[in-house]
């Protein structure tokens, strides 16, 4: 099994910057992608970034340019760098890890706030 935790979130101002961080845990060798969604009241959830184990990255539209997911330097991390913020980044931003042998896994969520 697989266990996420997160940090990161908060309060800032529009133009600001905030860096989220995720640590994964347990059977993390079958871990193939691991992302950020991210779901603000009374719409969608929406995957903003993920990474694979190759490296390869994803990101919205919306956040192109601006964000960076990255793995961490401590193993089975994953962060994602947000520049730029703007009021509608704000939202409840959660890590994800897919596993190739028992499925999807999420953490608890970090509410990100992004004052004009």
């Known amino acids: 099994q697989v266990q996420l935790v997160e940090s990161g979130g908060g309060l800032v101002q529009a133009g600001g910057s905030l860096r989220l961080s995720c640590a994964a845990s347990?059977?993390?060798?079958?871990?193939?992608?691991m992302g950020w969604y991210r779901q603000a009241p009374g719409k969608q959830r929406e995957l903003v970034a993920s990474?694979?184990?190759?490296?390869?990255?994803d990101y919205a539209d919306s956040v192109q340019g601006r964000f960076t997911i990255s793995r961490g330097s401590a193993k089975n991390t994953v962060n994602l760098q947000m520049n730029s913020l703007k009021p509608e980044d704000t939202a409840v931003y959660y890590c994800?890890?897919?596993?190739?042998?028992?499925?999807?896994?999420w953490g608890q969520g970090t509410q990100v706030t992004v004052a004009s």
């Open positions: 990474i694979r184990t190759s490296g390869i990255a």
């Open positions: 994800t890890a897919e596993s190739w042998t028992t499925g999807s896994y």
């Open positions: 347990g059977s993390t060798f079958s871990i193939n992608v």
